[in-house]
């Protein structure tokens, strides 16, 4: 059985853009699994890519506001888990 640990909240979804505003409590990766639960919402997404003020970067650290896309709709206060194998 996988472990989730929470590594953010949403604070905004782009629908239009199917993306995700991420405001992180720890560090995240291209490559990670991660799980996004709310009220309506339940969906697992691995990240492709990651951006910060519009550039693309590998990582992004405890405190970023991060954009990645989304396969689904995702609300804001929605908790983000990083999902360990």
């Not at 492709?48 to 896309?69: F, L, M």
């Amino acid at each position: 059985m996988s472990t989730e640990i929470e590594i953010g909240t949403i604070t905004h979804y782009f629908g239009h853009l199917n993306v995700a505003a991420i405001k992180l409590t720890a560090s995240l990766a291209v490559g990670d699994t991660l799980r996004i639960r709310g009220h309506t919402s339940d969906l697992t997404v691995t990240v492709d890519s990651i951006q910060i003020e519009h550039k693309s970067v590998q990582k992004a650290a405890q405190g970023d506001n991060v954009g990645i896309t989304v396969p689904g709709h995702v609300r804001e206060h929605d908790k983000v888990y990083k999902v360990a194998p």
